[in-house]
C-alpha cells in the first residue's frame, strides 16, 4: 500500500526520558514535515525538510530535533520529555516541486504521553 | 502572516439536512485553498482544494466548497448531510505559488450529523 507511515502509534514514557518516532512515505514525494496535534486538536506545523534540507522550522525547543536519512523518511527525536510534550504527532509528505496546489498525505499519527 | 479562522467550534445538523462548515482566510496574494478531514484516531484526509477557476469546487464524498474572493471565504457545504459524515473539519490555505510554503490550518470544525 501507499501511504505515510508512522511508528509508534501510541508511545507512554515519563518526564525527562528521550523518544523518538520514525516515519516513511513510499509515495515517492520530495518534502516531509512534522505537526503537532494538541489536546484542542490544534494543528502546528513543527518542521519541513525537502530532499533531506530543513526548510521550515517553527518556533519548536531544541528539545526537538529533526532526521532525515533520505527523502523518503522523516525521524522526529524528543529529549527531556515535559508534561507538555504530550501530544499527537502527524507526518505529512507532499510534492512540494508540483507548485502551492500540493496536497499534504498524512500518516495516522503517533499519540504521545508523557507521565 | 497568513492565517485560517474557522469560526464555529462545533455544527449541529440533522441527516438529510444540507450542511455548511464555515471559513475565512487572510494571506498575502492568490490564495491556494483546502479543505481535510479527520476521523477518529486517524490521520487527515483531503478532501478538495481551489487554485484557480471556478469559485464552486467539487470533492470527495459529495462534498463542495465555494471561493468567494470578497469576503475571503471558503465554506464548505453538501446537500445531505450522513452519520458517517461525523468528523473533524479543517480548512487550511497557502499563498502564493510555492509549494514549499507552509500550509496552515484553522483550528477545525467538529461536524455532528445525528440520525
Known amino acids: 500500500d501507499t501511504a505515510v507511515s508512522q511508528t509508534p502509534k501510541y508511545l507512554v514514557t515519563q518526564m525527562g526520558n528521550d523518544k523518538s518516532i520514525k516515519c516513511e512515505q513510499n509515495l515517492g514525494h520530495d518534502t516531509m514535515y512534522w505537526y503537532k496535534q494538541d489536546s484542542k486538536k490544534f494543528l502546528k506545523i513543527m518542521f519541513s525538510y525537502n530532499n533531506k534540507e530543513l526548510i521550515i522550522n517553527e518556533t519548536v525547543p531544541n528539545r526537538f530535533s529533526p532526521k532525515s536519512p533520505d527523502k523518503a523518511h522523516l525521524n522526529l527525536h524528543i529529549n527531556s520529555l515535559e508534561l507538555g510534550d504530550s501530544a499527537v504527532y502527524f507526518c505529512a509528505s507532499t510534492q512540494a516541486s508540483n507548485s502551492g496546489a500540493n496536497v499534504l498525505t498524512f500518516g495516522a499519527g503517533s499519540r504521545l504521553t508523557v507521565l | 502572516a497568513q492565517s485560517v479562522a474557522q469560526p464555529e467550534d462545533q455544527v449541529n445538523v440533522a441527516e438529510g439536512n444540507p450542511l455548511t462548515v464555515k471559513c475565512t482566510y487572510s494571506?498575502?496574494?492568490?490564495?491556494?485553498l483546502f479543505w481535510y478531514v479527520q476521523y477518529p484516531n486517524r490521520g487527515l484526509q483531503f478532501l478538495l482544494k481551489?487554485?484557480?477557476?471556478?469559485?464552486l469546487v467539487k470533492g470527495s464524498y459529495g462534498f463542495e466548497a465555494e471561493f468567494n474572493k470578497s469576503q475571503t471565504s471558503f465554506h464548505l457545504k453538501k446537500p445531505s448531510a450522513l452519520v458517517s459524515d461525523s468528523a473533524l473539519y479543517f480548512c487550511?490555505?497557502?499563498?502564493?505559488?510555492?509549494?514549499?510554503?507552509?500550509?496552515?490550518f484553522g483550528k477545525g470544525t467538529m461536524l455532528l450529523v445525528s440520525p
Open positions: 494571506v498575502s496574494g492568490n490564495p491556494y
Open positions: 487550511a490555505v497557502r499563498g502564493g505559488n510555492s509549494g514549499y510554503s507552509t500550509l496552515t
Open positions: 481551489y487554485i484557480t477557476g471556478d469559485n
